[in-house]
Protein backbone atom coordinates (compact mmCIF):
# COMPACT_ATOMS: atom_id res chain seq x y z
CA UNK A 1 0.00 0.00 0.00
CA UNK A 2 1.41 3.31 -0.88
CA UNK A 3 2.08 5.83 2.42
CA UNK A 4 0.01 8.78 2.57
CA UNK A 5 2.29 11.67 1.37
CA UNK A 6 1.98 15.74 2.17
CA UNK A 7 1.13 18.70 -0.01
CA UNK A 8 5.26 18.96 0.15
CA UNK A 9 6.10 15.78 -1.50
CA UNK A 10 3.47 16.32 -4.04
CA UNK A 11 5.04 19.88 -5.11
CA UNK A 12 8.54 18.17 -5.68
CA UNK A 13 7.44 15.13 -7.73
CA UNK A 14 5.23 17.70 -10.50
CA UNK A 15 6.98 17.26 -13.45
CA UNK A 16 7.63 14.04 -12.73
CA UNK A 17 3.82 12.26 -12.32
CA UNK A 18 3.94 10.24 -15.39
CA UNK A 19 2.43 6.96 -15.41
CA UNK A 20 0.52 7.69 -12.01
CA UNK A 21 -2.19 8.28 -9.67
CA UNK A 22 -3.00 10.09 -6.94
CA UNK A 23 -5.43 10.54 -4.28
CA UNK A 24 -5.86 14.26 -2.86
CA UNK A 25 -8.00 14.69 0.22
CA UNK A 26 -8.29 16.44 3.36
CA UNK A 27 -9.86 19.65 4.61
CA UNK A 28 -7.90 22.04 2.51
CA UNK A 29 -9.58 22.22 -0.95
CA UNK A 30 -7.92 25.65 -1.91
CA UNK A 31 -4.40 23.58 -2.11
CA UNK A 32 -5.60 20.57 -3.99
CA UNK A 33 -7.06 23.20 -6.80
CA UNK A 34 -3.48 24.84 -6.32
CA UNK A 35 -1.31 21.27 -6.85
CA UNK A 36 -3.67 20.54 -10.06
CA UNK A 37 -3.18 24.01 -11.51
CA UNK A 38 0.76 23.38 -11.03
CA UNK A 39 0.21 20.02 -12.57
CA UNK A 40 -1.60 21.47 -15.49
CA UNK A 41 1.02 23.95 -16.21
CA UNK A 42 3.80 21.14 -16.19
CA UNK A 43 1.92 18.80 -18.30
CA UNK A 44 -0.14 20.82 -20.71
CA UNK A 45 1.94 23.80 -21.27
CA UNK A 46 0.68 24.83 -24.81
CA UNK A 47 -3.38 25.99 -24.25
CA UNK A 48 -3.71 24.95 -27.91
CA UNK A 49 -3.58 21.33 -27.51
CA UNK A 50 -5.57 21.56 -23.78
CA UNK A 51 -8.82 19.77 -25.02
CA UNK A 52 -6.72 16.81 -26.11
CA UNK A 53 -4.35 16.46 -23.60
CA UNK A 54 -6.24 17.71 -19.96
CA UNK A 55 -9.59 15.58 -19.11
CA UNK A 56 -11.66 16.06 -16.32
CA UNK A 57 -13.84 13.22 -15.25
CA UNK A 58 -17.46 14.28 -13.13
CA UNK A 59 -19.38 12.32 -10.96
CA UNK A 60 -22.18 12.73 -12.89
CA UNK A 61 -21.34 10.50 -15.39
CA UNK A 62 -18.05 8.88 -14.23
CA UNK A 63 -17.11 5.26 -15.11
CA UNK A 64 -14.30 3.10 -15.35
CA UNK A 65 -14.84 2.79 -18.75
CA UNK A 66 -14.48 6.28 -19.75
CA UNK A 67 -11.65 6.53 -17.21
CA UNK A 68 -9.92 3.96 -19.65
CA UNK A 69 -11.35 5.71 -22.97
CA UNK A 70 -9.30 8.73 -21.64
CA UNK A 71 -6.20 7.10 -20.56
CA UNK A 72 -5.68 5.21 -23.94
CA UNK A 73 -5.13 7.12 -27.07
CA UNK A 74 -1.49 8.98 -26.82
CA UNK A 75 -1.10 12.61 -25.85
CA UNK A 76 -1.63 15.33 -28.98
CA UNK A 77 1.54 16.85 -29.58
CA UNK A 78 2.97 16.31 -26.37
CA UNK A 79 4.39 13.75 -24.27
CA UNK A 80 1.82 13.39 -21.31
CA UNK A 81 -1.37 14.30 -20.63
CA UNK A 82 -3.75 15.37 -17.33
CA UNK A 83 -6.75 13.21 -16.26
CA UNK A 84 -8.65 14.85 -13.25
CA UNK A 85 -11.13 13.04 -11.49
CA UNK A 86 -13.71 15.49 -9.73
CA UNK A 87 -16.81 14.94 -6.94
CA UNK A 88 -16.57 10.92 -6.81
CA UNK A 89 -16.38 9.37 -2.89
CA UNK A 90 -14.53 6.57 -2.37
CA UNK A 91 -15.82 5.45 0.50
CA UNK A 92 -19.09 5.70 -0.35
CA UNK A 93 -18.85 3.98 -4.19
CA UNK A 94 -20.28 0.79 -5.06
CA UNK A 95 -18.13 -2.32 -4.02
CA UNK A 96 -18.26 -3.19 -8.13
CA UNK A 97 -17.68 0.49 -9.44
CA UNK A 98 -14.66 0.68 -7.40
CA UNK A 99 -13.08 -2.42 -8.14
CA UNK A 100 -13.64 -1.17 -11.91
CA UNK A 101 -12.14 1.84 -10.86
CA UNK A 102 -8.78 0.49 -9.09
CA UNK A 103 -8.92 -2.13 -12.25
CA UNK A 104 -8.21 0.80 -14.55
CA UNK A 105 -5.85 2.60 -12.36
CA UNK A 106 -3.75 -0.91 -12.41
CA UNK A 107 -3.28 0.00 -15.66
CA UNK A 108 -1.74 3.10 -15.90
CA UNK A 109 2.24 1.62 -16.38
CA UNK A 110 0.74 0.49 -19.52
CA UNK A 111 -0.46 3.90 -20.87
CA UNK A 112 2.66 5.90 -18.53
CA UNK A 113 2.17 9.23 -20.23
CA UNK A 114 -1.22 9.72 -18.34
CA UNK A 115 -1.20 11.66 -15.14
CA UNK A 116 -4.42 10.73 -13.02
CA UNK A 117 -5.22 13.47 -9.85
CA UNK A 118 -8.33 12.52 -7.85
CA UNK A 119 -9.99 15.29 -6.43
CA UNK A 120 -12.13 14.03 -3.00
CA UNK A 121 -13.72 16.94 -1.50
CA UNK A 122 -13.04 17.98 1.72
CA UNK A 123 -15.08 15.80 4.72
CA UNK A 124 -15.42 12.67 2.30
CA UNK A 125 -12.38 11.10 3.52
CA UNK A 126 -12.15 10.90 7.39
CA UNK A 127 -8.63 12.04 8.30
CA UNK A 128 -8.63 11.34 12.05
CA UNK A 129 -10.04 7.56 10.78
CA UNK A 130 -7.08 7.49 8.42
CA UNK A 131 -4.38 8.04 11.77
CA UNK A 132 -5.37 5.14 13.33
CA UNK A 133 -7.25 2.38 10.94
CA UNK A 134 -6.94 2.83 7.06
CA UNK A 135 -10.87 1.52 6.18
CA UNK A 136 -10.43 -1.66 3.47
CA UNK A 137 -11.91 0.17 0.37
CA UNK A 138 -9.38 2.53 0.64
CA UNK A 139 -6.59 0.30 1.09
CA UNK A 140 -7.46 -0.96 -1.96
CA UNK A 141 -7.16 1.93 -3.51
CA UNK A 142 -4.12 3.44 -2.40
CA UNK A 143 -2.54 -0.24 -3.81
CA UNK A 144 -2.62 1.94 -7.16
CA UNK A 145 -3.00 5.48 -6.01
CA UNK A 146 -0.41 7.76 -3.99
CA UNK A 147 -2.89 9.35 -1.54
CA UNK A 148 -2.23 13.20 -0.89
CA UNK A 149 -3.15 15.11 2.63
CA UNK A 150 -4.05 18.23 2.32
CA UNK A 151 -4.65 19.56 5.75
CA UNK A 152 -6.31 22.30 7.36
CA UNK A 153 -3.94 25.11 7.72
CA UNK A 154 -2.43 26.18 10.75
CA UNK A 155 -3.36 30.06 12.05
CA UNK A 156 0.61 30.93 11.45
CA UNK A 157 0.68 28.49 8.23
CA UNK A 158 -2.06 30.56 7.11
CA UNK A 159 -0.42 34.31 7.96
CA UNK A 160 2.69 32.75 6.77
CA UNK A 161 1.10 32.08 3.32
CA UNK A 162 -0.79 35.83 3.21
CA UNK A 163 2.81 37.26 3.73
CA UNK A 164 4.14 35.35 0.37
CA UNK A 165 1.22 36.10 -1.92
CA UNK A 166 1.05 39.51 -0.69
CA UNK A 167 4.81 39.69 -1.78
CA UNK A 168 3.76 38.08 -5.26
CA UNK A 169 1.47 41.18 -5.45
CA UNK A 170 4.50 43.54 -5.04
CA UNK A 171 3.05 44.51 -1.08
CA UNK A 172 4.73 44.07 2.28
CA UNK A 173 2.62 43.07 5.11
CA UNK A 174 3.88 43.09 8.75
CA UNK A 175 4.08 39.05 10.36
CA UNK A 176 1.20 40.93 12.90
CA UNK A 177 -1.26 42.25 10.38
CA UNK A 178 -0.80 39.14 8.14
CA UNK A 179 -2.20 37.09 11.43
CA UNK A 180 -5.10 39.85 12.13
CA UNK A 181 -5.91 39.38 8.74
CA UNK A 182 -6.48 35.64 9.47
CA UNK A 183 -7.94 36.44 12.32
CA UNK A 184 -10.12 38.95 10.92
CA UNK A 185 -11.10 37.96 7.81
CA UNK A 186 -11.25 33.96 8.54
CA UNK A 187 -9.68 31.14 8.02
CA UNK A 188 -10.68 29.79 4.57
CA UNK A 189 -7.59 30.40 1.66
CA UNK A 190 -10.23 31.00 -0.79
CA UNK A 191 -11.52 33.90 0.81
CA UNK A 192 -8.44 35.03 2.22
CA UNK A 193 -6.90 34.80 -1.57
CA UNK A 194 -9.68 36.89 -2.73
CA UNK A 195 -8.87 40.07 0.08
CA UNK A 196 -5.68 39.79 -0.33
CA UNK A 197 -6.05 40.41 -3.63
CA UNK A 198 -8.54 43.60 -2.67
CA UNK A 199 -5.97 44.96 -0.29
CA UNK A 200 -2.83 44.80 -2.32
CA UNK A 201 -4.37 46.71 -5.25
CA UNK A 202 -6.00 48.97 -3.05
CA UNK A 203 -2.58 49.89 -1.48
CA UNK A 204 -0.87 49.88 -4.91
CA UNK A 205 -3.25 51.94 -6.19
CA UNK A 206 -2.77 55.05 -3.54
CA UNK A 207 1.10 54.85 -4.31
CA UNK A 208 1.85 52.73 -1.18
CA UNK A 209 3.86 49.01 -1.60
CA UNK A 210 3.08 48.28 2.49
CA UNK A 211 -0.24 47.37 4.00
CA UNK A 212 -1.58 47.37 7.28
CA UNK A 213 -4.32 46.90 9.35
CA UNK A 214 -5.58 49.58 8.92
CA UNK A 215 -6.50 48.76 5.28
CA UNK A 216 -7.16 45.46 6.40
CA UNK A 217 -9.94 46.88 8.67
CA UNK A 218 -10.93 49.44 5.45
CA UNK A 219 -10.96 46.89 2.30
CA UNK A 220 -11.23 43.43 3.91
CA UNK A 221 -14.64 41.49 4.67
CA UNK A 222 -14.81 40.95 8.11
CA UNK A 223 -15.59 37.29 9.12
CA UNK A 224 -18.88 36.25 10.75
CA UNK A 225 -16.96 35.43 14.20
CA UNK A 226 -15.29 38.87 13.86
CA UNK A 227 -19.00 40.54 13.23
CA UNK A 228 -20.02 38.85 16.75
CA UNK A 229 -16.89 40.12 18.48
CA UNK A 230 -18.06 43.44 17.60
CA UNK A 231 -21.59 43.15 18.68
CA UNK A 232 -20.11 41.32 21.71
CA UNK A 233 -18.19 43.80 23.18
CA UNK A 234 -20.40 46.58 22.23
CA UNK A 235 -22.97 44.72 24.13
CA UNK A 236 -20.25 44.58 27.62
CA UNK A 237 -19.43 48.25 27.15
CA UNK A 238 -22.94 49.09 27.10
CA UNK A 239 -22.18 51.01 23.87
CA UNK A 240 -26.22 50.31 22.17
CA UNK A 241 -26.04 52.22 19.27
CA UNK A 242 -22.94 50.45 18.24
CA UNK A 243 -24.15 47.12 19.05
CA UNK A 244 -27.46 47.68 16.88
CA UNK A 245 -25.31 49.03 14.49
CA UNK A 246 -23.72 45.90 14.62
CA UNK A 247 -26.86 43.88 14.22
CA UNK A 248 -27.51 45.93 11.44
CA UNK A 249 -24.71 44.91 9.28
CA UNK A 250 -25.65 41.04 10.34
CA UNK A 251 -28.75 41.47 9.74
CA UNK A 252 -28.38 43.03 6.06
CA UNK A 253 -26.35 40.24 5.30
CA UNK A 254 -29.39 37.75 6.54
CA UNK A 255 -27.68 35.66 8.81
CA UNK A 256 -29.45 33.17 10.57
CA UNK A 257 -30.68 35.12 14.02
CA UNK A 258 -29.48 31.72 15.54
CA UNK A 259 -26.24 30.86 14.13
CA UNK A 260 -26.05 34.73 15.48
CA UNK A 261 -26.65 33.89 18.95
CA UNK A 262 -24.85 30.85 18.66
CA UNK A 263 -21.56 33.11 17.74
CA UNK A 264 -22.39 35.58 20.11
CA UNK A 265 -22.72 32.88 23.11
CA UNK A 266 -19.23 31.57 22.68
CA UNK A 267 -17.51 34.84 21.90
CA UNK A 268 -19.31 35.52 25.41
CA UNK A 269 -17.81 32.60 26.98
CA UNK A 270 -14.96 32.58 25.29
CA UNK A 271 -14.50 35.91 26.63
CA UNK A 272 -15.16 35.16 30.47
CA UNK A 273 -12.90 32.39 30.27
CA UNK A 274 -10.00 34.97 29.37
CA UNK A 275 -11.11 37.02 32.07
CA UNK A 276 -10.94 34.07 34.66
CA UNK A 277 -7.58 32.60 33.26
CA UNK A 278 -5.94 36.80 33.87
CA UNK A 279 -7.28 36.93 37.36
CA UNK A 280 -5.50 33.96 37.98
CA UNK A 281 -2.44 35.76 36.54
CA UNK A 282 -1.88 33.80 33.20
CA UNK A 283 -0.51 35.42 29.99
CA UNK A 284 -2.05 35.69 26.56
CA UNK A 285 0.44 33.20 25.32
CA UNK A 286 -0.68 30.80 28.22
CA UNK A 287 -4.55 31.46 27.66
CA UNK A 288 -4.12 31.02 24.02
CA UNK A 289 -2.73 27.56 24.83
CA UNK A 290 -5.49 26.61 27.66
CA UNK A 291 -8.29 27.83 25.09
CA UNK A 292 -7.59 24.85 22.61
CA UNK A 293 -5.04 26.86 20.59
CA UNK A 294 -6.93 30.18 19.95
CA UNK A 295 -5.07 32.45 18.10
CA UNK A 296 -2.81 34.63 20.39
CA UNK A 297 -4.01 37.65 18.97
CA UNK A 298 -7.15 36.97 19.30
CA UNK A 299 -6.47 36.41 22.79
CA UNK A 300 -5.00 39.71 23.33
CA UNK A 301 -8.00 41.32 21.61
CA UNK A 302 -10.33 39.22 24.25
CA UNK A 303 -7.69 40.62 26.82
CA UNK A 304 -8.08 43.82 25.82
CA UNK A 305 -11.87 43.67 25.72
CA UNK A 306 -12.64 42.44 29.03
CA UNK A 307 -9.89 44.46 30.46
CA UNK A 308 -12.57 47.12 30.69
CA UNK A 309 -15.75 44.69 32.07
CA UNK A 310 -16.75 44.44 35.38
CA UNK A 311 -17.36 40.54 36.10
CA UNK A 312 -20.92 40.90 37.21
CA UNK A 313 -21.69 42.18 33.88
CA UNK A 314 -20.60 39.20 32.02
CA UNK A 315 -22.57 36.51 34.29
CA UNK A 316 -25.26 38.67 33.27
CA UNK A 317 -24.68 38.82 29.44
CA UNK A 318 -24.23 35.17 29.56
CA UNK A 319 -27.71 34.29 31.87
CA UNK A 320 -29.33 36.83 28.98
CA UNK A 321 -28.24 35.04 26.22
CA UNK A 322 -29.59 31.64 27.18
CA UNK A 323 -32.61 33.75 27.68
CA UNK A 324 -32.81 35.11 24.65
CA UNK A 325 -31.54 31.77 22.67
CA UNK A 326 -34.34 29.80 24.53
CA UNK A 327 -36.60 32.84 22.53
CA UNK A 328 -35.39 33.02 19.45
CA UNK A 329 -35.94 29.55 19.11
CA UNK A 330 -39.95 29.79 19.53
CA UNK A 331 -39.66 33.23 17.67
CA UNK A 332 -38.64 31.10 14.12
CA UNK A 333 -36.16 34.12 12.58
CA UNK A 334 -37.04 36.66 14.34
CA UNK A 335 -34.65 39.41 15.11
CA UNK A 336 -36.15 41.62 17.91
CA UNK A 337 -35.23 38.81 20.90
CA UNK A 338 -31.53 39.95 20.09
CA UNK A 339 -32.35 43.62 19.86
CA UNK A 340 -34.09 43.09 23.37
CA UNK A 341 -30.85 41.94 24.91
CA UNK A 342 -28.52 44.44 23.74
CA UNK A 343 -30.89 47.27 24.82
CA UNK A 344 -31.06 45.01 28.07
CA UNK A 345 -27.12 45.32 28.40
Not at 24 to 49: M, N, Q, S, V, W
Not at 92 to 103: F, G, P, R
Not at 120 to 143: H, M, N, S, Y
Request: glycine share 4%; charged share 25%; net charge negative.
Amino acid sequence: MNQIITEADYRKSIGKTAGRAFVLFGDEDYLKAHAIKKTREAICPDEAFAVFNDITLDALDFSADKLLDAMTPPPMMADERLIVIRGLDPCSMKAAELDALIEALALLPEYDYNTVLWHVAAGLIDERTLQKRTPAVLKKLFEVATPVQFPASTDGRLAAWAGKHFAHLGVSVSPADCAFLVDFAGKSMYLLANEIEKIAYYVLSKGRTAATAEDIRLVAVPSMETDTFALSNAILEGRTERALDALAVLKFERRDPLLIMGELSRTLCDMQAVRLYLDAGKSVKEIAKLLGGMHEYKAGLYARAVARTEPARFSRAVKLCAETDAALKRSSTDYAPIEKLICAL
